[in-house]
């Protein structure tokens, strides 16, 4: 089992430039989520998937978009890149909504000139 | 304001030596209290999970105390290795979609 995977693993953009960061599992895990983690700060949750077909917004959505695709696939699209969202970016899943381990991917690191 | 805080912000001790780390939280309300270890350039893996009633839990070396009186929780690692160098991150729940992060303890272990 791979558990939690994220592609690309570094990613460099300009200003404006859109891309999607991809992120599987492979535990039949019903819960998904993406976070951002900046220097000094503890990571925050952009926007989660409770099941297959629903998504809600977490603390920082704004700048972010998201598909659940399948139960394995949960993807994260910047539309517009901005410096601002230069950062390490983690998928995580869990068993289910309520269960409290989150398994985390490797991370991203986008980094937005 | 929901914070989570971790003190010290880094530690370095040597190999075999004990070390506690510390996590002050004004989160409420309190669902539970987590406590993952971040390797450099990895995600975070799961410790230990506590809940109100619990004030103690151990994982091996790693032993997580709780206090939900004073907001406080401990994670002690006893005879360190080197492989214990990481970020350890204080994670507290308010319901399923809400964790506050601490900014974590960056431990380095030293021969």
């Known amino acids: 089992n791979a558990g939690v995977t994220q592609t690309p693993k570094f990613q460099v953009l300009k200003t404006g430039q859109s891309m999607t960061l991809q992120c599987a599992q492979d535990?039949?895990?019903?819960?998904m989520y993406w976070y951002r983690q900046d220097p000094g700060m503890g990571l925050r949750l952009i926007y989660y998937?409770?099941?297959?077909?629903?998504?809600d917004k977490g603390e920082v959505p704004n700048g972010y978009n998201v598909s659940r695709l399948n139960k394995r696939e949960f993807s994260l699209r910047l539309e517009s890149a901005a410096p601002s969202q230069t950062s390490v970016y983690f998928c995580?899943?869990?068993?289910?909504?309520?269960?409290?381990?989150?398994?985390f991917g490797p991370g991203t690191r986008l980094l937005v000139l | 304001k929901n914070q989570v805080e971790q003190s010290p912000q880094s530690l370095i001790i040597l190999e075999g030596k004990n070390c506690t780390l510390q996590c002050n939280y004004t989160v409420s309300p309190f669902s539970n209290l987590r406590w993952y270890k971040q390797d450099t350039g990895r995600g975070p893996v799961s410790l230990t999970i506590?809940?109100?009633?619990?004030n103690t839990k151990s994982n091996g070396r790693y032993t997580a105390t709780l206090d939900a009186d004073t907001k406080q929780s401990s994670l002690h690692i006893t005879a360190s290795q080197l492989s214990d160098s990481a970020s350890y991150i204080c994670?507290?729940?308010?319901?399923?979609?809400?964790?506050?992060f601490g900014a974590g303890t960056r431990l380095a272990v030293h021969p």
């Open positions: 506590m809940t109100f009633s619990e």
């Open positions: 995580a899943s869990s068993g289910n909504i309520q269960q409290e381990t989150q398994y």
């Open positions: 998937s409770a099941s297959e077909g629903t998504t």
């Open positions: 535990m039949n895990h019903n819960s």
């Open positions: 994670v507290v729940s308010r319901s399923y979609n809400k964790l506050i």
